[in-house]
């Protein structure tokens, strides 16, 4: 998806295939996705933030809260990582567009997507990169939702397509692309439409699910794809653009 403003470009991208036992080196240059099943998480509170515990004790279901746990005691244990800070002491930022960010003279540049049962963290040494996941489902006002936020194109190429499931998948990709634009910049799905120079990489992290990878740049970087295990055991599928 490109907006005339923009220089985006997008690739295709392939299945997030079952990852082999590699190096996963927070050293290996490019952008680093990590996948996380989130239910196979032991979320540990003691990793979190005081505000990140009250926000946790607000959910009323114990499988939301697990899940929001789970949710960031991966992103703090992925990152400790890369910062070479014990999870527990890592301080997370928001920007003033909210988009949330490792304060100090480290460039490391980080961004977390979650729905369901899944989570995904890319992680990137000098670039800024945002990232999107979405199952692909059936939604009852996809077109409106597109008429709303999506680009004049992608509505016209939806009204195109007569197989629903088409349309299902085609929205999914579409939006994953466009959130993960919005997500690189911290301007959210309603603010402004602008972006530096970019590359979005589609992908599908599980059957049933469609993400996407922006990072910042006009060139290709190295892609390498991780699972986290519940004992912090990494995989990798090493993928190039």
Known sequence: MKAAHDTTQSRRGGIWSPPHPADSSPDLPGVHIWLAVLDRIRADPGVLSAEER????????????QRYLATRTFCRQVLSRYAGIAPERLELALAANGKPYLPGDD????????SGPLGLLAV???????????????RPNLLAIARRV?????????????????RIEYFTRSWTGFEARQKLTGNGIFGPRTAPPHRIYP?????????????????????????????????????TP
């Open 54 to 65: 009250r926000k946790a004790d607000e959910f009323s279901q114990a499988e939301m809260q």
């Open 107 to 114: 460039p490391l540049q980080f961004n977390l997507s979650h």
């Open 124 to 138: 990137c040494r000098d670039r800024a990169v945002g990232i999107d996941l979405e199952p692909v489902r059936a």
């Open 150 to 166: 999506l680009d004049q194109a992608i509505v016209e190429g939806l009204t195109a397509l007569s197989d629903e499931r088409e």
């Open 203 to 239: 992908f599908a992290p599980q059957p049933g699910w469609l993400a996407a990878l922006a990072v910042e740049g006009e060139t290709d970087p190295p892609l390498h794809f991780f699972e986290f295990q519940p004992h912090f055991l990494a995989q990798r599928r090493q993928g």
